[in-house]
């Protein structure tokens, strides 16, 4: 019963992570600008990458291993926002413009062109 | 019976990581200014790190967590180094 309950526990942590980080690479892919690709990056992907090493931990039990696993865990935590934040402002103090939403308009109006030719 | 379901489970797991790596490598390549192509790359580390402790137990090899342990650390000190470096000398080189 209990195995069983952990089984499928695990099931659902990896499921939940591979889906975090599913919608992180769409992101980092499709978003417009560096700012908002350093948002995603910094929220989906560690909390993608903090499910999956929790199932890890979850599958592995009482072991030294799982010491490990939870300091990974905790440090992917700590650092994966500090290198986002650090990149996104290495990107401000560079000089890149945000994007806003007059870019949208713009954006929008050459699609709809495109599409109509 | 559980143990190999959950190692099936684990490679699965893995393998869509590195499917996923490859297509961030798309914005690495791509990207238009090196703060892009420096996030892309702290992205895919971080998935690295993810498929080496997912291989780890799923193969049972459990120093493969040493290897994710100093990764995650190196690939934190290099986004760190190379947003520095952007900013104060105009580059990495």
Redesign the interface.
Known sequence: MI?TIR?WA??GL?GA??FF??V??VG??RLPD?YT??HT?SQT??L??GF??AA?AL??GW???TA??V??LF??FV??P???H??????S??G?DPWTADDAREDTRDDTGGDSR | MMPTDLSEIFLVAAAVFVVLAIVMFYRAVAGPTTQDRLLAVNVLGTNTVVILALLSVALEQPWYLDIALIYALLNFLMAIAISKFTVERGGVL
Do not use: C, M, P
């Open positions: 195995e089984f695990i099931v990896v992570g591979v980080t599913l992180s690479a980092v892919i560096v690709r350093a990056a992907d560690t993608g990458a999956t090493l890890v599958a592995l072991q030294h291993a490990y696993t300091l990974l440090f992917v650092t994966n500090t290198a986002a650090a990149i996104a402002r290495s990107a103090d560079v890149i």
